[in-house]
C-alpha cells in the first residue's frame, strides 16, 4: 500500500515536498516513480528512483528543479520539488515497482497511491 501526502497550495517560485509511504511489502525490492495528471491531460512521468537509490529519472520539465529521493529504512520516498511553476500544478501520485530498477513507463509499475493534490499560483 502507498500513502502519497504533502501537497498544497504554493506560490511560484515556491517548494513542497511530497512523501510516499509503503507497507505491507519489502520496500528495498521496490523502485518508486511519481506521475502527474493535470486537468485535462494525460498522466504524465515526473521522476523514478531505483530500489537502491542509485539510479534516478527526470521529465525533462522538472529537471535540475525536482528531487528523487528515498529512506529504505523508513519506507518512504520523497520529491522534493522547488522553483514550482503553474504548470506543475496538477494530482501527483507515487507508485511501486516491483521490478526494482526506475522506469518511466506507468504500465510497468504495481502499485500505486491515492494521489495528492498540487496547486501553483501564479
Known amino acids: 500500500q502507498l500513502q502519497a501526502c504533502g501537497g498544497g497550495l504554493v506560490q511560484a517560485g515556491g517548494s513542497l515536498r511530497l512523501s510516499c509511504a509503503f507497507s505491507?511489502?519489502?520496500?528495498?525490492?521496490?523502485?518508486v516513480g511519481w506521475f502527474r495528471q493535470a486537468p485535462g491531460k494525460e498522466r504524465e512521468f515526473v521522476a523514478a528512483?531505483?530500489?537502491?537509490?542509485?539510479?534516478?529519472y527526470y521529465a525533462d520539465s522538472v529537471k535540475g528543479r525536482f528531487t528523487i529521493s528515498r529512506d529504505n529504512a523508513k519506507s518512504t520516498a520523497y520529491l522534493q520539488m522547488n522553483s514550482l511553476k503553474p504548470e506543475d500544478t496538477a494530482v501527483y501520485y507515487c507508485?511501486?515497482?516491483?521490478?526494482?530498477?526506475?522506469?518511466?513507463?506507468?504500465?510497468?509499475?504495481?502499485?500505486w497511491g491515492q494521489g495528492t493534490q498540487v496547486t501553483v499560483s501564479s
Open positions: 505491507g511489502r519489502t520496500f528495498s525490492f521496490y523502485a
Open positions: 507508485a511501486a515497482d516491483r521490478g526494482g530498477r526506475a522506469t518511466t513507463i506507468a504500465q510497468e509499475y504495481d502499485y
Open positions: 528512483i531505483a530500489w537502491s537509490g542509485a539510479n534516478t
